[in-house]
Structures are given as structure tokens and as C-alpha cells.
């Protein structure tokens, strides 16, 4: 078992910037994927970024490209997505997942259904 608490998240005006942070606990946290996702108000689940286990490998969506950042610290159990130039449309929910066993590959680390251990949510709101 993985659990998994992000944090960070708030109000910030457009232009602004957040860091999420992703606390992990229970099996070895090197050994996963990580992964960040959203969910807006009456929207399905996005995949936002995510990171190999190794740290080495990261995958963004278009949409965020240029403004967040995902890295991690396995020493510290914890994902970090520096988040800037923050738009309203960036408002949702974030969530983070841990995948194990997979590949690094767009088409794996972008769907939700793969992903084994989900955390609670951040609401991050980006006001215009």
C-alpha cells in the first residue's frame, strides 16, 4: 500500500504561482510513476504531468507545458509541481497517483485507469 496527501494548494491570482507537494508513505516511493492530475467543475479527470520513478523521465501536457514543473526527491518520499504563470482554466482539483511496474510512455503515464494509489485533492483556484 501507498498513501498518498498533497498539499499547497490555495488562491492565487492569474499570473501567480503554487507549489503542490505529494507526500508518499509505504512501499518504496522510488519505485513508482508519479503522476498529477486535475478535475474541474462538471470536466472528467486531466492528466496534468508525470514523472518516473528515477526522477529522469518527465511528460507534460500541452496545456502546461512552459509553466509547471514536476520533480521529486525520493530521499524525501515527495512529488513537487511548481506550478507558474497560473491561469483561471488551471482551477480544479489536483490530484496525485502513484503507478507502479509500467513503463514511462505518454500513452501509460497520461491515463488514469493505470494508475494503483490516488491521493485526497488540492483544490487550487486561480482567480482572473
Request: proline share 3%; aromatic share 10%; hydrophobic share 35%.
Amino acid at each position: 500500500q501507498v498513501q498518498l496527501v498533497e498539499s499547497g494548494g490555495g488562491l492565487v491570482q492569474a499570473g501567480g504561482s503554487l507549489r503542490l507537494s505529494c507526500a508518499a508513505s509505504g512501499r518504496t516511493f522510488s519505485s513508482h510513476g508519479m503522476g498529477w492530475f486535475r478535475q474541474a467543475p462538471g470536466k472528467e479527470r486531466e492528466f496534468v504531468a508525470a514523472i518516473s520513478g528515477s526522477g529522469g523521465l518527465t511528460y507534460y501536457t500541452d496545456s502546461v507545458k512552459g509553466r509547471f514543473t514536476l520533480s521529486r526527491d525520493n530521499a524525501k518520499d515527495t512529488v513537487y509541481l511548481q506550478m507558474n504563470s497560473l491561469k483561471p482554466e488551471d482551477t480544479a482539483v489536483y490530484y496525485c497517483a502513484a503507478q507502479l511496474g509500467r513503463p514511462f510512455v505518454p500513452t501509460i503515464v497520461a491515463d488514469d485507469q493505470l494508475y494503483d494509489y490516488w491521493g485526497q485533492g488540492t483544490q487550487v483556484t486561480v482567480s482572473s
